[in-house]
């Protein structure tokens, strides 16, 4: 491992990917990074990265060896990194479980275009009054609209089905919720439940980062599907997740012309 000290390049995009896709295959890790970071340590993995014959960073959120849960991932030095490293894009990963059974089934994938933040506890924003500054930024469309219209063009490029548009409930984890919680969600207006889209977009918009989401349904929600949840999780994961990744791949390629 190394640290890096080169300065910024600027315009540089960082694809973070969650559950099922802390390792990908057809990645080359170019380089690995370990950044000092003025809130501790960013989840281990992070490095510059040739994929599909594009360079770019990658950022397991839970880790190379996936074992840092949701609610304890450092978002802030995790985006932090991504700043010091001149990333301006994101594209995001990340498993979700489907609350509207009529649009989201398993294997199905999402670009959400609204959140519903139902964490607690977890730093959620720079202005922690350290720095004497503070901004209250506009985040009424939470996910950039120019990755979002990128990650769609991808899916028809590829010939993917792919939901244009929900809305994610952002929960706490790593539990996984109990049935009336769901209810309770769909009431609110959320489509599909996950644990990491927050506060990962509201730090990236902070930094001036664009900031895109890819969800990949592995289950339905508590009280939803027919199966267990967890026995769904790990028949769904793999499968949904390379279809996943395939999409990103193109949007990386759209991004990165050769
Ligand atoms: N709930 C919350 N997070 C998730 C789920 C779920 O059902 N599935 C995958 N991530």
Redesign the pocket.
Known sequence: MTVSKSSPARNQLALITG?GASAIDSMQRIEPLILKTPYGPHSPGLARVEWHGRQLFHLPRHGADHNLA?HLVNYRANLWALHQLGVSQVLAL????GIREDLITPGSLVIPDQLIDYTWGRDSSFFDGATGELKHIDFTLPFTAGLRKVLSRAAQANGQSCLNGGVYGV?Q?PR??TAAE?ERLQRDGCDL???TAMPEAVLARELGIEYGFLAV??????GRGSVP?TDE?EQQMAGAVGHALKLLSAAVCELLPE
């Open positions: 559950s949701p990340g498993a979700v479980g929960t984890g996984l919720e769901i439940v996950g644990m349904v592995v289950n339905a929600a508590a949840i999780f």
